[in-house]
């Protein structure tokens, strides 16, 4: 088990698709009795933002309460981001926006773009290998063949992604869930990131071994499409480990900011 102590750091948790600041409420409250600084953000058209999906039409609209944050915050402060799933995509347009504050970035699960290709590549896989039946209730829009937003279904909640929560927790999420974009048309453009920016930021990947909704297999193609500083491996974690292992969480995340000071 990593050790807690650790001097105080600002963590900024960014959630994944359909999913709000909400999601991270344990572990917000781990962090915070610890004495860290903990912003959870809710990105366009998520959680409690006001905007509605069809006024999210780019990723630049869906990253936008994401970047202003971070110019609110003053040139000498660092933060430790986190991105949860496709969270991943909006902090590591932050990375390259905002190099300067960034000490670490931790990717939980999530898509982790590299510096030579678009980031729809890695979103372009996963879409390849994710076998019909396991949309299931989940309902998608396409264009060209390509979807364009997604409805996460309450059987698909229950059976894929929350399977190792508590029930309340899936409760909770079936009452707070939304409809968003995927933004593979924008992400389909050529790479924003850069190695002076994005690549000189420290990376930590945390694979969750028992994840159904981005299974070990492709959690091992992103990391080595774009590799990290460091991997770590979570055996009985699924998907949504912020809710179901929020202690463990924790530990790690203030283990991984204490390293990358």
Same mark, same amino acid.
């Given at each position: ?21 909400? !999601? ?28 509605? &999906? +069809? *006024? /999210? ?9 994401? /970047? ?21 995509? #909006? ?9 300067? /504050? ?10 982790? #773009? ?11 896989q996963y879409f390849k290998n994710l076998k019909p039946e396991t949309y299931m209730d989940c ?11 997604? +409805? ?15 029930? *309340? ?7 707070? /869930? ?10 389909? +453009? ?17 694979? !969750? ?12 193609f992103v990391v080595e499409d774009s590799p990290p500083d460091e991997v770590k491996y979570f055996? *009985? ?15 790690? &995340?203030? *283990? ?6």
């Amino acid at each position: 088990m990593p050790s807690t102590t650790t001097s105080p750091k600002h963590f900024v948790l960014v959630h994944g698709l359909s999913h709000g600041a909400w !999601c991270w409420y344990k572990v917000v409250s781990n962090l915070q009795s610890a004495g860290h600084r903990v912003t959870a953000v809710d990105l366009g058209g998520s959680g409690v933002h006001p905007s509605r &999906l +069809e *006024e /999210i039409a780019t990723f630049s609209d869906y990253v936008q309460p994401l /970047i202003q944050f971070m110019e609110s915050l003053s040139g000498d402060e660092r933060v430790v981001l986190v991105g949860h799933s496709f969270g991943g995509l #909006p902090i590591s347009v932050a990375m390259e926006k905002f190099s300067h /504050i960034v000490s670490a970035a931790i990717f939980i699960t999530a898509y982790m #773009p590299n510096c030579r290709d678009p980031p729809a590549l890695q979103m372009n896989q996963y879409f390849k290998n994710l076998k019909p039946e396991t949309y299931m209730d989940c309902r998608f829009t396409f264009k060209d063949g390509l979807p364009v937003s997604a +409805e996460l279904g309450c059987d698909y909640l229950a059976t894929m992604m929350y399977r190792s929560c508590q029930s *309340e927790d899936l409760a909770l999420a079936k009452m707070l /869930i939304r409809p968003s974009r995927l933004f593979l048309e924008d992400m389909s +453009e050529d790479s924003i990131l850069t190695i002076n920016k994005y690549g000189s930021i420290k990376r930590v990947y945390v694979i !969750c071994e028992k994840d159904q909704v981005m299974d070990e297999e492709f959690q091992k193609f992103v990391v080595e499409d774009s590799p990290p500083d460091e991997v770590k491996y979570f055996p *009985e974690a699924g998907h949504m480990i912020m809710l179901s292992k929020p202690n463990d969480l924790a530990l790690y &995340l203030q *283990e991984i900011a204490n390293t990358y000071p």
